[in-house]
């Protein structure tokens, strides 16, 4: 069975109207607020322009073939130049990395175009910016783009994987931290 024939809702005459009622959004965003995630920055760059965004949802598909996945909000310059690029990196950031998640979330003083030093940042196959010191980089190809509300979801083949050194930068309770490992 394909996506398209899958069904949007399980046997609604087995649920009251209650149930199928949607969660209040309110409730959805608090309760989400306490999943623990990981931050990257999403890089692209090509005739569409040099970007990056701070994101922290981004998963990983499948091994076979390698393939991750990551959601932008439809608003995010990010998209129309991923969209026109047709190729994103994903850049895990490490737990002393924080100043990254807050630049590319907008919230540091410097520009858009002052955001890709050149002792920071490298490249690899796409020619997307690459951080140098990343946790985790997969530099990926678009291979399919999906709409999901307010959000365009990327889904990317890897074309090229490499670990860093040290621990995850992690987010959750609209906070950052980093693992104490039990
Ligand atoms: C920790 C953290 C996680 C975020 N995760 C996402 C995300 O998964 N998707 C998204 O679209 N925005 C996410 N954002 C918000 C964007 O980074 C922010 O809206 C950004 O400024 C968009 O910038 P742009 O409009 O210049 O592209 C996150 C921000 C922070 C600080």
Not at 148 to 175: C, M, N, W
């Amino acid at each position: 069975m394909n996506s398209t024939q899958l069904p949007k809702y399980i046997n609604p005459d087995s649920l009251s109207d209650q149930v199928l009622e949607l969660a209040d959004r309110a409730d959805y965003i608090d309760a989400m607020s306490r999943v623990a995630n990981s931050v990257n920055v999403v890089t692209t760059n090509g005739a569409g322009g040099q970007l990056g965004v701070t994101v922290s949802a981004a998963t990983s598909v499948t091994a076979e073939p390698p393939t991750l996945l990551v959601c932008i909000h439809e608003l995010s310059k990010v998209v129309p130049a991923i969209i026109e690029n047709g190729v994103f990196c994903l850049n895990v950031l490490e737990s002393e990395q924080q100043a990254f998640s807050q630049l590319f979330a907008g919230l540091a003083a410097e520009e858009p175009a002052e955001r890709f030093s050149a002792e920071d940042w490298t490249q690899l196959k796409t020619g997307s910016p690459v951080l140098k010191d990343g946790l985790a980089i997969f530099d990926c190809r678009v291979d399919t783009i999906h709409k999901e509300g307010t959000h365009y979801i990327f889904i990317g083949q890897v074309l090229a994987a490499k670990k860093g050194d040290g621990l995850p930068l992690v987010y959750s309770q609209r906070a950052y931290a980093k693992p104490d490992w039990i």
